[in-house]
């Protein structure tokens, strides 16, 4: 995978297998408040249909928590909590958490090249965000809970939240090819070592189990999961 940005060593980006496959996971991912909607009356003389355009317009405007281009003081333009980006592709998003503004490689807490979507939790210590080429970023609300499809996901879908965007299970992907699908099992946003809790770089074909108490899973260069039966 090309890598748009630079990468801080130690920092997971990509390709470090640390585990094995297991069902168990969990742990709190820390997310943030959930960004709110705003409707948009339509007048009486108005065009039909402009009242429900100018509405969309509005509740994305309110959605989205930050640009996807721009480096985010922490406290003053981003408040800690957790954040997702969406869409993103051909690993042209990258993102950073940085300790200070130095610049420097060492400041570098954690960051990630994005095809598909990205999940990142900015803590209140970290001091800057740093987001290029990314589409806009909105707050997650910690409660939300989904219906996701049993069926499967998207191989290069990038980071997916359990229980939302997937359903915990099984699943298999198939026909991979020289290393390029890469898996891994997340307890949390943080996107550290220690947020890993199994990976993978696969040839052929790859079985994975999403636990239920797992919070993320992230797919990326795979033929599509499809539930293992």
């Not at 890598?3 to 990509?14: E, F, Q």
């Not at 007048?43 to 721009?70: I, L, M, T, Y």
Request: proline share 2%.
């Amino acid at each position: 995978m090309g890598m748009k940005g630079k990468i801080a060593l130690g920092v997971v980006v990509g390709v470090v297998v640390i585990g094995v496959v297991s069902t168990a996971g969990g742990g709190d991912d820390g997310d943030g408040g959930k960004g709110t909607s705003a409707s948009a009356k339509q007048d009486s003389g108005s065009a039909s249909g402009s009242g429900k355009g100018d509405a969309k317009k509005a509740d994305a405007e309110k959605k989205a928590a930050f640009g996807g281009d721009g480096t985010y003081q922490v406290g003053k333009d981003v408040k800690p909590g957790t954040y997702r980006t969406t869409g993103n592709t051909d690993d042209m998003c990258y993102w950073e958490r940085a300790k200070d503004a130095s610049g420097d490689m060492d400041s570098i807490l954690a960051n990630d090249n994005v095809t598909g979507s990205s999940y990142v939790t900015v803590k209140a210590s970290d001091k800057l965000l740093k987001s290029e080429g990314c589409h806009d970023w909105e707050a997650v609300d910690p409660k939300a809970k989904g219906k996701p499809s049993t069926a499967g996901f998207k191989g290069d879908g990038g980071m997916l939240r359990v229980g939302v965007d997937i359903a915990p299970g099984t699943y298999r992907s198939t026909g991979n090819t020289d290393d390029q699908c890469y898996w891994e099992r997340d307890k949390d946003a943080l996107h550290g070592m220690d947020s890993i809790l199994a990976n993978d770089n696969v040839t052929g074909t790859a079985v994975v189990t999403i636990g239920s108490g797992d919070a993320y899973f992230k797919t990326a260069g795979c033929a599509d999961w499809k539930k293992a039966g």
